[in-house]
């Protein structure tokens, strides 16, 4: 751990392994409650100071671990793949998107403008500045553990606030990585402080702790509800990217080879382990066999295996427990009346062995019945529906209680507006397969979260306080 400019170590460990081999990657000292005291004193101290840098001052410090970022990418590359599995062209993609998140909120930093106001009486000035929130904790998933920590350090230290970052137990070695950087770039004690453990031990003191005035977290819903409960004995402000259940519709008169190229990406892209990865496909019945017939051919083309050698493009799933959650759903749609056209059974054999490896899945014929159809499988299958109408698919995508990531495919150009603004998602993409960008916000609706990341997202970290100046 890091805590108040420090390395610190402890007798007690978690396991860190590869899920491609099942072998033990590396062993991390866990915390305790007193750690995260400790790291919530020094972050307090440590606000005082950094909050009073100009935007400027902060942003020096953020263009130079941008560069780092850049210049170690393939060391960071490298242990995102070996202690999370995805392939290692997706991780050299996280750590290009890691890098632009600083630099991007480098360039934020300036930028924290505030108001002047017209007031109603000639003796009076009105205005309102944005000042830090404070003490910041960040809760980090394992499937992007390079680049969701970013995106959530980077608009804190920006606007001033001190941090404290929590990431996965099954992958905190990308942070590791992170704050070694961080060190390098001389940032001052305490300003970012990282803690691994369990959530009772490390994650309670700062929930409950009044010092502490923001969550940040990205992870299940489940979780995220528990976290914003438990946050508001001491009313922090909350940030939370929660889970998806993304639909992918593909109308007749979409370009097919974009869409079925886009539905190869968006799907089998870390092994369908992301909160925006599709969890319904939703093709009109007119091109419902044809769209079929193309993605079963892109499907059997995919290399699957250990996401560290360069020809890999579907790694290993994070874990037995992700692979019993696959198995059930693809049982439960062929049960209810799915058709298995590709896939369905767990990779066995000289190279799968030993690792958390499932074949990349199509099933058609699916309904509504199945548990496929409104549960997050987070794995590599791929349910197609079959839709008749606009009316009909807008209806049966939004019939959700999640509202992260929504795609779908025309060349109607009243129809892309039209399905646009009726999706009721955070996100959209129109004909676009990977919506996402430093420079945009991301976010979802419904139970899919509350808060921005990335774009303006800078302002979930600052306060507006009014100001009225009686001239005499």
């Avoid at 959530?152 to 070694?180: H, Q, Y």
């Avoid at 770039?185 to 402080?193: A, H, M, R, S």
């Avoid at 889970?243 to 990406?265: C, K, M, R, S």
Wanted: glycine share 8%; hydrophobic share 40%; with cysteine.
């Amino acid at each position: 751990m890091f805590i108040n400019g420090k390395w610190v170590t402890t007798n007690n460990k978690i396991n860190v392994f590869n899920p491609a081999t099942s072998e033990l990657y590396q062993q991390v000292s866990q915390g305790d409650a007193s750690d995260s005291e400790k790291a919530i004193s020094a972050a307090k101290k440590a606000f005082d100071s950094w909050s009073q840098l100009t935007g400027f001052e902060r942003a020096n410090y953020l263009e130079q671990i941008a560069r780092k970022i850049v210049e170690k990418k393939e060391v960071l590359a490298k242990t995102i793949t070996l202690e999370m599995g995805k392939a290692i062209t997706n991780a050299r993609y996280e750590v290009d998107s890691t890098a632009s998140f600083f630099k991007w909120f480098a360039e934020e930093a300036r930028r924290t403008y505030g108001e002047t106001i017209p007031a109603a009486k000639r003796n009076k000035r009105l205005m309102e500045i944005k000042q830090p929130v404070g003490v910041v904790a960040a809760i980090t998933p394992w499937n992007f553990p390079l680049s969701m920590g970013a995106r959530k350090l980077a608009p804190a230290l920006a606007a001033g606030c001190t941090v404290i970052l929590r990431p996965s137990n099954s992958s905190p070695m990308s942070a590791i990585e992170l704050f070694k950087i961080f060190e390098e770039c001389n940032l001052p004690k305490g300003v970012v402080n990282l803690l691994i453990g369990s959530a009772d031990e490390v994650v309670d003191p700062i929930l409950e702790s009044p010092i502490v005035r923001k969550i940040s977290f990205t992870g299940s819903t489940e979780v995220g509800k528990l976290l914003v409960s438990k946050s508001a004995a001491t009313l922090k402000r909350v940030s939370m990217e929660l889970g998806g259940h993304a639909p992918y519709i593909v109308f007749d008169d979409a370009n097919l080879d974009q869409a079925v190229e886009g539905a190869i990406t968006i799907k089998f892209g870390c092994a369908g382990q992301q909160c925006t990865s599709v969890n319904r496909f939703y093709v009109h019945d007119k091109i419902y066999d044809e769209f079929i017939e193309r993605y079963k051919e892109k499907i059997t083309e995919l290399k699957v295996g250990n996401g560290i050698e360069d020809a890999c493009q579907v790694g290993p799933l994070i874990s037995e427990n992700a692979i019993k959650k696959v198995e059930e759903h693809v049982k439960d749609a062929v049960g209810l009346g799915a058709n298995l056209v590709l896939g369905g059974n767990r990779l066995t054999g000289d190279n799968y062995d030993h690792g958390f490896f499932y074949q990349p899945t199509l099933l058609t014929n699916v309904d509504e019945t199945m548990k496929i159809s409104r549960e997050e499988t987070f794995g590599p299958i791929a349910p197609i529906f079959r839709f008749y109408t606009q009316e009909e698919v807008i209806q049966k995508a939004n019939a959700t209680n999640f509202g992260l990531a929504a795609y779908f495919f025309t060349n109607n150009l009243t129809r892309a507006y039209e399905v646009m603004e009726n999706l009721e998602f955070g996100m959209v993409g129109v004909n676009d397969a990977y919506p996402f960008a430093t420079e945009g916000s991301f976010g979802g609706v419904k139970e899919s979260g509350v808060g921005r990341e990335g774009g303006h997202g800078i302002d979930e970290y600052l306060e507006r306080k009014f100001v009225s100046i009686a001239l005499y």
